[in-house]
């Protein structure tokens, strides 16, 4: 199985910051890399798909980067809103794998 | 607008059968493969299981494989999850999850509210 490993675990940000997301995976999956945003309580939503495509209606802010093993997710000027947990989650090989998470919390 | 509802969770005790189901609505059902994707309490992410659009070819996770049965009625837009031999690591809450596309190895689209089972 492809083992997908987040980084930070958890993070404090103020609005307006710029936050960048790791995600690296056990070996390559080349641009098969999604990334989540899930709130309490709420199912996860969408965000990108094929490492750098954003699904549509999530707001430019947000971006992805990366191919082969690593990868980042980054929020520029980080609004009320973005306070979540966001999830990587590689769709290469079955089975399909998530990171562990990334709390985004308010300073 | 597309939509899953799920429904059927609850509290079982450990040994004993859930079925869950999720209504699909605002697609064409059958042209998607379906997912089911769970999270225990305060945890991450686990892909349980995903069947093909037309229902022939089903997949899953190692950790469930021989006790749950994925299935889907396309005449009534309808994904189950037959759940036997439940153990206390299967209490999450199990979300419908549709693919981008009929390829089940894909991303997770559009994601359902969710529906809880706590197996004590």
């Known amino acids: 199985d492809i083992q997908m490993t987040q980084s930070p675990s958890s993070l404090s940000a103020t609005v307006g910051d710029r936050v960048t997301i790791t995600c690296r995976a056990s070996q390559s999956i080349s641009s098969y890399l999604n990334w989540y945003q899930q709130k309490p309580g709420k199912a996860p939503k969408f965000l990108i798909y094929a490492a750098s495509t954003l699904q549509s209606g999530v707001p430019s802010r947000f971006s992805g980067s990366g191919s082969g093993t690593d990868f980042t997710l980054t929020i520029t000027s980080l609004q009320p809103e973005d306070f979540a947990t966001y999830y990587c989650?590689?769709?290469?090989?079955?089975?399909?794998?998530f990171g562990g998470g990334t709390k985004v919390e308010i300073k | 607008e597309v939509q899953l509802l799920e429904s059927g969770g609850g509290l079982v005790q450990p040994g004993g059968s859930l079925r869950l189901s999720c209504a699909a609505s605002g697609f064409s059902f059958s042209s998607y493969a379906m997912n089911w994707v769970r999270q225990a309490p305060g945890k991450g992410l686990d892909w349980v299981s995903a069947i093909s659009g037309g229902g022939s070819s089903t997949y899953y996770a190692d950790s469930v494989k021989g006790r749950f049965t994925i299935s889907r009625d396309n005449s009534k837009n309808t994904l189950y999850l037959q759940m036997n031999s439940l153990r206390a690591e299967d209490t999450a809450v199990y979300y419908c999850v549709r693919s981008t596309s009929g390829n089940y190895i894909d991303a997770f689209h559009i994601w359902g509210q969710g529906t809880m089972v706590t197996v004590s």
């Open positions: 989650q590689q769709s290469y090989s079955p089975p399909l794998t």
